[in-house]
């Protein structure tokens, strides 16, 4: 419950994703940013999420390539056209949380919206 409050509270897009990169939770803003809602998007693909808008090749390589090896990222900016919600700039913070099961890990993944800036 209070991790999922902390996810409830902030403020920018935050997704919650397992090792496999399956959705596992998002929060408010995420949906009111991205235009979607928890059915489309939990429990799915992070790179199949509205009809596969979200397979970026930046964040492919982002999730796949540099967290494996650094446990974190942060800033990495990334602009990307959304056929529905047009051409986004963000800008990415993520962190692999590891815990003492071998194959429980999640990765928090927020997405700062800097479009205006």
Do not use: C
């Not at 929060?27 to 939990?42: A, K, L």
């Not at 992070?46 to 796949?64: A, H, V």
């Not at 942060?74 to 590891?98: C, Q, W, Y």
Request: aromatic content about 8%.
């Amino acid at each position: 419950m209070f991790a999922e409050g902390i996810i409830a509270t902030i403020r920018e897009p935050l997704v919650v994703l397992d090792s496999h990169f399956k959705v596992i939770q998002a929060n408010q803003s995420f949906y009111r940013t991205f235009r979607v809602t928890s059915e489309q998007t939990e429990k799915h693909l992070i790179y199949e999420l509205g009809k596969g808008q979200w397979d970026i090749p930046e964040l492919r390589r982002l999730l796949e390539e540099i967290l494996p090896l650094n446990a974190v990222f942060n800033d990495f900016a990334v602009e990307h056209e959304f056929p529905s919600i047009g051409r986004k700039t963000m800008r990415l913070n993520a962190r692999k949380i590891v815990s003492q099961e071998p194959n429980d890990q999640l990765i928090l993944l927020a997405i700062e919206d800097t479009t205006g800036r």
